[in-house]
Each structure stands twice: as C-alpha cells, then as structure tokens.
C-alpha cells in the first residue's frame, strides 16, 4: 500500500527510495548511451551532467539524513531493525558515490564521451547492485502499518515536517534538487512528494522561478 489516509512517514521514504532509484537507472543507461553514440548535442550533453550532478547529491543528502536525524528517532519506535548493517552498506554506498561524482567531474571536463562516461556508468551499475538491497531491507523494517502502529498522527506530522526542512538545508541547490525529485517520480508518487513541500515550491518555484535552471534536466525527467 503507498497511499495513507493519515499522515505517515512510509510513502515519504518509498517516493524518496523511488526517486532515486530512477535518478540512478536513468543516469546509468543515458550514460552508457553516449558512450557509444556521443551527445545529440551540447545541451542534452550540459543537461546530463546537470542530472547526475543532481542525483549524487541527493543520494549524498538521503544518507546524511537517515544517520543524523531518521536512525535515531526510528532506533526509539523501531528496535529491531538493522541499523549496524544500515550504517556499514551506507559507507559502501557513499565510497562508490564518491567515486561516480569523482568520474563525473571527469565527464564534465572532457568535451567527447569516452573512458570517463564508462567509469561512470560503471560506477553506476556497481551502485545499483548495493542499492536495492539496502532499500529494500528499510522499506521491510519502515513500512506503512508498522509506522501507523507505532507513531501517532502527530509524531508523523512533525517527523515528515524535521526530515523536509533538513532537506532543505542540506540537499543543494534547492532549484535543481526538488524539480529532480518531482519529475523522477511518477503522478501518483508525485503528489505524495509535493504534499510534503510548502505550496510555493511546486505553484510557484519550481513552474516559474527556477524553471531556466532545472530546464536542461528535462530530456532525463517525467515531463
Ligand atoms: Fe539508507
Ligand atoms: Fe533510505
């Protein structure tokens, strides 16, 4: 089930898993793409490294945020899950997405694809391989009706409102971040993604504002 009739922090964390999954996947298979076929052009190729520039810090800012601010609230409501195998894979993670942020510096200042695209995409593929499974073990332990059972309306209000604004703080910049995160997701997982985001930001910011800024990104976004 993704949809609560109450407010509950288990479809945040599914469309966040969600949004990054396809960040992940589409990076990986557009990389491998201009790898042997070279860039349509230099904006598809500018938009490209806007997109996986974006993702890597997002994907930097979703760990930060399960170690500072969920794990040690989750710890108190939920005992049992993992967290010492959770923290070990997230260093694993983060050594390989150093790695792909590293080949991507290297994509960007190399004007013709080449061995940096592949070490990218490499990189990629060898992340997917440790990402499902690590996600898949939070969203078995995180769930829905477990979070329903054990945290009241109110504490998922103000847990959704902290995790938010400590998104907002930490993930940057805001104007490429929240459009990649909106337009990897699909409608329905979409609005569950904009509820959690004050009105300005998808009326306004994102629509109009910042619209120049995250428009390269389009060709790689649901839109
Ligand atoms: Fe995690
Ligand atoms: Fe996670």
């Given at each position: 089930m993704l949809v609560a009739e109450v407010p509950n922090i288990g479809p945040e964390l599914l469309v966040v898993h969600a949004a990054i999954s396809r960040g992940m996947k589409v990076a990986e298979e557009h990389g491998r793409r201009f790898s042997r076929e070279?860039?349509?052009?230099a904006a598809t190729r500018a938009g490209f490294i806007s997109y996986v520039r974006t993702f890597v810090s997002v994907l930097h800012e979703h760990h930060l945020l399960e170690e500072e601010l969920a794990f040690p609230r989750l710890q108190e409501k939920?005992?049992?899950?993992?967290y010492d195998l959770l923290l070990d894979q997230h260093k694993v993670i983060v050594g390989i997405l150093d790695e792909v942020g590293a080949a991507l510096e290297g994509v960007a200042a190399d004007?013709?694809?080449?061995e940096s695209l592949n070490g990218l995409t490499d990189g990629l593929s060898r992340l997917a391989v440790l990402w499902h499974p690590h996600i898949q073990i939070e969203q078995e332990h995180f769930t829905v009706e477990q979070a329903a059972a054990r945290l009241s309306a109110d504490e998922q209000i103000e847990w959704s409102r902290l995790f938010m604004e400590y998104s907002q703080q930490h993930a940057s910049p805001d104007y490429l971040v929240l459009p990649f995160m909106l337009y990897n997701l699909p409608p329905a997982e979409r609005s569950i993604f904009a509820g959690m985001l004050p009105p300005i930001v998808t009326e306004q910011l994102v629509p109009m504002a910042w619209r120049e800024q995250w428009e390269p990104m389009r060709p790689f976004l649901l839109i």
């Open positions: 070279d860039y349509p052009d939920f005992p049992d899950a993992p004007t013709r694809p080449g």
